[in-house]
């Protein structure tokens, strides 16, 4: 019912840039938090960014200053402009629809394909 399909993910060297985007249906788009979430190998699944309807941006520490979240209400789609990208940043990246920030669609187990980013020399 619900479907969220990421893109733009690639190899990339360090101090480069990426923009990811995120088509979703099957939802109200324009009233859901919208959120980037990343997962590197062997490592936990966090948040990384999250846009609320109105407008309001969140970002995890690691990479505030250096990634954007935006939103396109008119064409349901949401964006992460990653700049100054480092190897830490090397990982499978997913969008995820929530109604507020703890009631998010994508729970748990596998999330789809994602889009992998690498950065790397």
């Known amino acids: 019912q619900v479907q969220l399909v990421e893109s733009g993910g690639g190899l990339v060297q360090p101090g480069g840039s990426l923009r990811l985007s995120c088509a979703a249906s099957g939802i109200i788009f324009s009233i859901y938090v919208m959120g980037w979430y990343r997962q590197a190998p062997g490592k936990q699944r966090e948040l990384v960014a999250g846009i609320t309807s109105g407008g309001t941006t969140s970002y995890a520490d690691s990479v505030k200053g250096r990634f954007t979240i935006s939103r396109d209400n008119a064409k349901n789609t949401v964006d992460l402009q990653m700049n100054s990208l480092k190897p830490e940043d090397t990982a499978v990246y997913y969008c995820?629809?929530?109604?507020?920030?703890?009631?998010?669609?994508?729970?748990?187990?596998?999330w789809g394909q994602g889009t992998q980013v690498t950065v790397s020399s």
């Open positions: 995820n629809a929530g109604q507020g920030w703890s009631n998010w669609y994508r729970s748990g187990g596998s």
